[in-house]
């Protein structure tokens, strides 16, 4: 076997096709799309190489056969709570069903991030945000939703035997659209609707920028200063937006106000992997009009909680049945979704886990992100459990 490092255009296109051998035979795998993936890795794209830097690494066979793939990744932001070490950081693994191939790859990307001074990697991981291409499933291997990792079961086993343990798991939450709502939400609705000072209002496009502000109120008093997470700009809400505008959908984002002022943001979006499985991971100009006729053909019945948040002040009074029953109401009887799931929560915040067991969201999936401290005589912590 041979370690290949990705440096041109025709190596990083053998790193694309990797993921799509492994996984060609699986019935539920989604391609991504090409474009996703090579945004990653280009300078001009992703503002995470102002703090890092990669490397990518394809193994083969000695006949050229394409065997495995990882990318390793230094990055000066990336921390989290509780860290003693400088950790960093592995992503886009794909391997064969092989101990030996999966051992030359982690190897090699601990090398290279020994030589910079790491003293631990998590995995796998992005070289960005955390809301793409972040842990690694190991329950709910069904078709996975846009820009979230899928792989097949056996690679638990490549990592936990390599040395890796747990560091946190991230669970997703789903249901069912169709039907009623448990009681209790219509009893935690009627007691907050009494009170004429709450409303609920759809996002409009038209007034994004008015929306975006009021979703960084909610965000920045509900998740700022907790877990590492930094209080977001106004031009960042803005601009985060303005990106999502073309694929918003005005139904199935909404926010509760108190007296005029937000208080509480439940954002949906379309689950585009729904439509983009039909473009095998193309996204020129015809898969682009193909896109569109997919989309207005109406075929993605599953939308995905990009955000849930209830400002503290406003926690346990109702205002989650509350913005939730008036959200489904409109959405179970005037839209084409029949099913939601929740973007993964992890599991050292209990609190936003509780909400979602309370809001009767069933677990769909869970991934995992591991830790692998270099100094094998280093006692272990996983990740601290936010108050």
Sequence with gaps: MQLVEVKDHKTSQEFIRVNVIINHNDPHYIRPLDKDIHEVFDTKKNKAFRFGEVKRWILKDQQGSLLGRIAAFSNKKYKNLGDEQM??????????NQQEAANLLFNCAKEWLLTKGYEAMDGPINFGERDKWWGLLVEGFEQPIYCMNYNQPYYQVLFENYGFRVFFNQLCFGRSLEGRLPEKFYEGHEKVATDKNYSVRRIDK???DEFASDFATVYNKAFAGHG??????????????QTLKPVMDEDI???TYYQDEPIAIYINLPDLNQLFKHLHGRFDLFAKLRFLWLKRKGD???MIGLLFAVIPEYQKKGVDYFMVTEAAGFIMNKTKYKTTELQWLGDFNPKMVNIA????FAESRRLITYRYLFNRDKE???????S
């Design 300 to 302: 993605v019945n599953r």
């Design 380 to 386: 272990f912590k996983r990740h601290p459990i936010l």
């Design 87 to 96: 950790t960093g950081g592995i992503g886009f693994f794909d391997c064969i």
């Design 228 to 241: 590492g997470n930094k209080q977001m700009d106004l031009k960042i809400a803005k601009k985060m937006f």
């Design 253 to 255: 984002a909404w926010f």
């Design 357 to 360: 067991r309370n809001l009767e």
């Design 206 to 208: 038209n007034k994004l």
